[in-house]
């Protein structure tokens, strides 16, 4: 979701990221009692509780975890080193928090928790796979359009096999859901909004 940064970090600061799941949960509580609602699917405007938030939904088969195994084991191992540390700090962010030797530490991609001064996260918490401020989104985008992409396409191709792994995940793949992920952090930046990202497996 996209979100205004300030009233999204003091919102986090009283209640973690419970101040999303429950409006979430009055929203729900609000269709069981079959109240109409001009709440749009998703954008602005899409929890009538946190004006400051647009919601927007990412469905992706594979999964991230399934994407962010692709990476690590299907190019990056390929990648020369000036190009892997260019992707590393970019592709990290689809990857759930799991141990690879090249993930950046969960906490300095939870900038909501960062700029709220809390000590600890508070419940709610396990889903977010990153919190982004504005300055964030756009120097991520900022890498993005610098990265060499035909290069690590033409790497990617090279080192091919015969057809996707068992779970189905190619560089087309992965491509794929790059672009779609860029086209959300994209709306924000135009915005000048921060970034928060929920798996829900």
């Keep these: 979701m996209a979100v205004d940064w300030d009233p999204a970090v003091a919102a986090y600061r009283a209640a973690g990221m419970n101040f999303y799941w429950n409006a979430c949960l009055a929203r729900t509580e609000r269709l069981v009692r079959g109240e109409t609602s001009a709440e749009p699917a998703e954008?602005?405007?899409?929890?009538?509780?946190?004006?400051?938030?647009?919601?927007?939904?990412?469905?992706?088969?594979?999964?991230?975890?399934?994407?962010?195994?692709?990476?690590?084991?299907?190019?990056?191992?390929?990648?020369?080193?000036?190009?892997?540390?260019?992707?590393?700090?970019?592709?990290?962010?689809?990857?759930?928090?799991?141990?690879?030797?090249?993930?950046s530490d969960y906490r300095d991609r939870h900038e909501?928790?960062?700029?709220?001064?809390?000590?600890?996260?508070?419940?709610?918490?396990?889903?977010?796979?990153?919190?982004?401020?504005?300055?964030?989104?756009?120097?991520?985008?900022?890498?993005?359009?610098?990265?060499?992409?035909?290069?690590?396409?033409?790497?990617?191709?090279?080192h091919a096999e015969s057809g996707p792994g068992p779970d189905g995940v190619d560089f087309e793949v992965f491509e794929m859901l790059i672009y779609h992920h860029l086209a959300h952090l994209r709306t924000a930046a135009g915005a000048n909004q921060g970034v928060l990202l929920f798996v829900l497996v």
């Design 43 to 103: 954008g602005p405007g899409s929890l009538r509780d946190l004006p400051f938030v647009a919601e927007y939904h990412l469905d992706f088969s594979p999964s991230f975890v399934q994407i962010a195994d692709y990476y690590d084991e299907g190019l990056r191992p390929h990648l020369p080193r000036e190009l892997r540390e260019a992707t590393d700090a970019l592709f990290t962010i689809l990857a759930l928090p799991s141990g690879q030797d090249w993930e």
């Design 112 to 158: 909501l928790f960062l700029d709220s001064g809390r000590v600890d996260p508070l419940d709610g918490e396990l889903p977010v796979q990153y919190a982004l401020r504005p300055a964030s989104v756009h120097a991520l985008l900022v890498g993005f359009d610098a990265l060499p992409w035909e290069e690590v396409a033409r790497i990617a191709d090279q």
